[in-house]
């Protein structure tokens, strides 16, 4: 008998111990979160089948288009405003100077010093000091910033110019000497120059309309379908009298050359040249005179992709369709800018208008689905950012 009470003590641990731990299980299971909890349970969340009117929806199609750009046509011309274009040298004056006297004896010494200023010593040539002697006795010496550049006697009026030579001239302001040689032993004679008209000329170059700079805007959504890219001028110009003529793009050089005067002329433009936003344009001569008209920026896109997008309705799927116990709805979801939203659906070739600023756009499309694979496919009718497009199968309550 002390067997079996041992026997059945044993027995009674074990119910006890199976009990405490189904007791853990459920406190374990209770403290779940719900959704971990359905997911264990293998629940639905309809309580026993009884959906309290909600909906069994399944997701055929989930997809985020984006930004849908609208193209009214494959090509566009930006018009850049005609201008003149030179570079001119011509012989200008550099500076004057009042008559003066240079002289040298024992008793009276006179030298002279003038200065003038070069401004861009790159555009100045020929640069010459001019003047009439009307005095004349002794040797003339000029310097020029310390160089010896004259040293002779004079024995005419109209004096022959003397070049100033670039290569002892400066930037800014130089200075030439003048003075005369001594008398020696004559100390009863003075040498003397008596100088008018003096002046100082040179060949200067103007660049101040040498180039000009305007700007242009490309888009971003017309850089993005960029396909090739023209530039077009018209420049008035004469031939034989211009020299090159340079057009950068953004600093890169898209035509160096001596263009064909008075006729259109087409060059390709780099899409690496351009950018998204503004563009600048320069051109420049390095000699004569132009006048470029008709500029225009010809821009060719690729033609713009239309999003086709795909879902699949299985056998049942569709029966359920057909038996109205589902449905099939698509859903649109747009950026809320509070702008009008304009673009077609063409659902298995069956045309659908969407023209509304509200931010979302749903439509039962059950007749125009069919078994097996269908598609969707957006064309917009103006710029539009789209978040999201849904197409979902609805599971009608059995009370419908």
């Known amino acids: 008998m002390a067997k079996k009470r041992g026997q059945v003590a044993s027995g009674g ?44 929806i399944n ?14 046509g494959d090509v566009f011309e930006i018009d850049i405003p005609s201008f003149n274009i030179y570079k001119t040298t011509s012989a200008k004056e550099i ?19 003038l200065t003038f200023v070069i401004d861009d010593l790159d555009n100045v040539d020929d640069v010459l000091f001019s003047f009439l002697a009307k005095i004349r006795k002794g040797v003339l010496k000029i310097d020029l910033n310390e160089n010896l550049i004259f040293e002779s006697s004079v024995n005419t009026l109209n004096v022959e110019p003397i070049r100033l030579k670039n290569m002892y001239l400066k930037e800014g302001e130089n200075t ?67 020299g090159i003529l340079d057009v950068l793009i953004n600093d890169r050089n898209v035509f160096s050359g001596v263009p064909d005067c008075g006729m259109l002329n087409k060059y390709p433009i780099p899409i690496s040249a351009l950018d998204a936003g503004t563009n600048d344009v320069v051109f420049k001569t390095n000699k004569g005179v132009y006048l470029i008209d008709q500029i225009k920026i010809k821009i060719e896109l690729e033609e713009l992709t239309q999003p086709v997008y795909y879902f699949e309705l299985s056998e049942k ?84």
Not at 29 to 53: T, V
Not at 95 to 113: A, H, Q, S
Not at 365 to 386: A, H, Q, R
Request: proline content about 3%; glycine content about 6%; hydrophobic content about 35%.
């Open 13 to 56: 641990g074990a119910a006890g111990l199976v009990a405490i731990i189904a007791g853990l299980i459920i406190l374990y299971i209770l403290f779940l979160p719900p959704a971990e909890r359905e997911e264990l349970l293998g629940e639905d969340g309809d309580n026993g089948g009884d959906n309290n009117g909600e909906e069994d």
């Open 59 to 72: 997701i055929l199609l989930s997809e985020t288009p984006g930004r849908l750009d609208y193209l009214k």
């Open 95 to 113: 500076e004057n100077y009042n008559p003066f006297i240079v002289r040298d004896g024992w008793f009276d010494k006179k030298t002279k010093e």
């Open 176 to 242: 030439l000497k003048l003075s005369v040689s001594g008398v020696g032993a004559l100390f009863w004679r003075t040498n003397e120059y008596s100088l008018e008209n003096a002046k100082v000329v040179g060949d200067i170059t103007d660049i101040s309309r040498q180039k000009t700079r305007n700007v242009f805007i490309l888009e971003a959504w017309k850089y993005k379908n960029l396909e090739k890219a023209t530039l077009k001028f018209n420049p008035n110009c004469v031939q034989d009298k211009v």
């Open 317 to 400: 799927e569709m029966k359920n369709v057909t038996d109205e116990k589902a449905d099939v709805n698509l859903t649109l979801y747009f950026v809320d800018d509070e702008e009008n939203k304009e673009l077609d659906l063409n659902v298995n070739g069956h045309m659908i208008r969407v023209d509304q600023e509200e931010a979302e756009y749903s439509k039962k499309i059950n007749s125009w689905v069919e078994e097996g694979n269908n598609y969707i496919k957006l064309k917009p009718l103006k710029t539009i950012d789209i978040v999201k497009l849904e197409v979902k199968l609805i599971e009608r309550d059995d009370e419908d």
